[in-house]
């Protein structure tokens, strides 16, 4: 019998695009849905009214729902981590055109203030000497918003990823920074309420990570360069970069699965170092009972 799930995203997943191309999704009998969110907060909204059955979110949200009171939604959500996805897909630092360092008074396109890029881009920008209290910060959303935002010139810098860092380069943006100058990072991870039906979810994962294995593996090349090409609008040369990205092991996808110390260190030190909240020394101690399984 065929499940189906209803998957909350933020951008176009090239690595779920493919597992449907080559029919492993057909094969674990799922039907998904991937349903695109405007910010994270509508994304956790979701997931705590049902609206959603998974998540692929940054673990950053994870720590946040699960740990902050202070959160956007203002309650905590009992989320739990199924799998490590990616190391952030390219995550970068993109400055607009015309702009080739950053400066006091720039507008920074986030999310949300409070989200875990908003946090991986102070942290960048403190390394080039530019504090948090300096910027204009302007909340614009999604990654697909923010890079049209940044081409557009309605804001001055902002963090991109998936595909659309490469757009936005290709377009005259200037990358300032990746993820990966701040240490070992975790950009995506599949997640779900613990109350939820896990069999959907679990199959899911499977077939992700078996995915993920194939592309680095170099087996999919095509399905990826195809993919890239329909779903991101990217262009054949863009194509290759963005599958160069996915098998990147410092920034691109994660085949084994697995959420690991040095990442989330790096997640919770950004969390602990510009949103202090006693709270995050309760997560530090005791975020390994969000995977599921722990």
Same mark, same amino acid.
């Given at each position: 019998?065929?499940?189906?799930?209803? =998957?909350?995203?933020?951008?176009?997943?090239?690595? $779920?695009?493919?597992?449907?191309?080559?029919?492993?999704?057909?094969?674990?009998?799922?039907?998904?849905?991937?349903?695109?969110? %405007?910010?994270?907060?509508?994304?956790?909204?979701?997931?705590?009214?049902?609206?959603?059955?998974?998540?692929?979110?940054?673990?950053?949200?994870?720590?946040?729902?699960?740990?902050?009171?202070?959160?956007?939604?203002?309650? =905590?959500?009992?989320?739990?981590?199924?799998? *490590?996805?990616?190391?952030?897909?390219?995550?970068? =630092?993109?400055?607009?055109?015309?702009?080739?360092?950053?400066?006091?008074?720039?507008?920074?396109?986030?999310?949300?203030?409070?989200?875990?890029?908003?946090?991986?881009?102070?942290?960048?920008?403190?390394? +080039? !000497?530019?504090?948090?209290?300096?910027?204009?910060?302007?909340?614009?959303? !999604?990654?697909?918003? +923010?890079?049209?935002?940044?081409?557009?010139?309605? /804001?001055?810098?902002?963090?991109?990823?998936?595909?659309?860092?490469?757009?936005?380069?290709?377009?005259? /943006?200037?990358?300032?920074?990746?993820?990966?100058? $701040?240490?070992?990072?975790?950009?995506?991870? =599949?997640?779900?309420?613990?109350?939820?039906?896990?069999? %959907?979810?679990?199959?899911?994962? *499977?077939?992700?990570?078996?995915? *993920? *294995?194939?592309?680095?593996?170099?087996?999919?090349?095509?399905?990826?360069?195809?993919?890239?090409?329909?779903? $991101?609008?990217?262009?054949?040369?863009?194509?290759?970069?963005?599958?160069?990205?996915?098998?990147?092991?410092?920034?691109?996808?994660?085949?084994?699965?697995?959420?690991?110390?040095?990442?989330?260190?790096?997640?919770?030190?950004?969390?602990?170092?510009?949103?202090?909240?006693?709270?995050?020394?309760?997560?530090?101690?005791?975020?390994?009972?969000?995977?599921?399984?722990?």
């Amino acid at each position: 019998m065929t499940m189906t799930l209803r =998957l909350g995203t933020f951008s176009n997943p090239v690595l $779920l695009e493919v597992a449907r191309q080559i029919g492993a999704l057909d094969d674990a009998g799922l039907d998904v849905e991937a349903r695109p969110v %405007p910010s994270s907060p509508a994304q956790f909204r979701d997931l705590r009214n049902g609206e959603l059955d998974a998540v692929l979110t940054n673990p950053d949200n994870l720590i946040a729902y699960r740990y902050i009171p202070q959160n956007p939604l203002g309650e =905590l959500l009992d989320v739990v981590a199924v799998a *490590a996805i990616d190391r952030g897909l390219g995550l970068t =630092l993109c400055a607009a055109p015309g702009i080739a360092a950053p400066s006091a008074g720039m507008r920074l396109g986030v999310d949300a203030a409070s989200s875990g890029f908003a946090l991986l881009a102070y942290g960048l920008l403190a390394e +080039r !000497s530019l504090a948090v209290d300096s910027l204009a910060i302007e909340t614009l959303g !999604s990654t697909p918003r +923010r890079a049209r935002a940044l081409v557009e010139g309605e /804001c001055d810098v902002t963090m991109l990823n998936a595909g659309h860092e490469l757009i936005a380069i290709d377009r005259g /943006c200037t990358a300032l920074g990746t993820a990966d100058d $701040l240490g070992p990072y975790l950009g995506t991870v =599949l997640a779900r309420l613990a109350g939820a039906p896990s069999e %959907p979810v679990l199959r899911l994962a *499977a077939v992700l990570l078996a995915t *993920a *294995a194939g592309i680095v593996a170099g087996e999919l090349d095509g399905e990826v360069r195809s993919a890239s090409e329909r779903i $991101l609008g990217l262009s054949a040369p863009l194509a290759d970069g963005h599958l160069a990205v996915l098998r990147d092991p410092r920034r691109g996808l994660v085949p084994e699965g697995i959420v690991d110390d040095e990442s989330m260190e790096t997640v919770l030190d950004l969390r602990e170092r510009y949103l202090p909240d006693p709270a995050v020394s309760t997560a530090r101690a005791h975020w390994r009972e969000m995977l599921a399984g722990a």
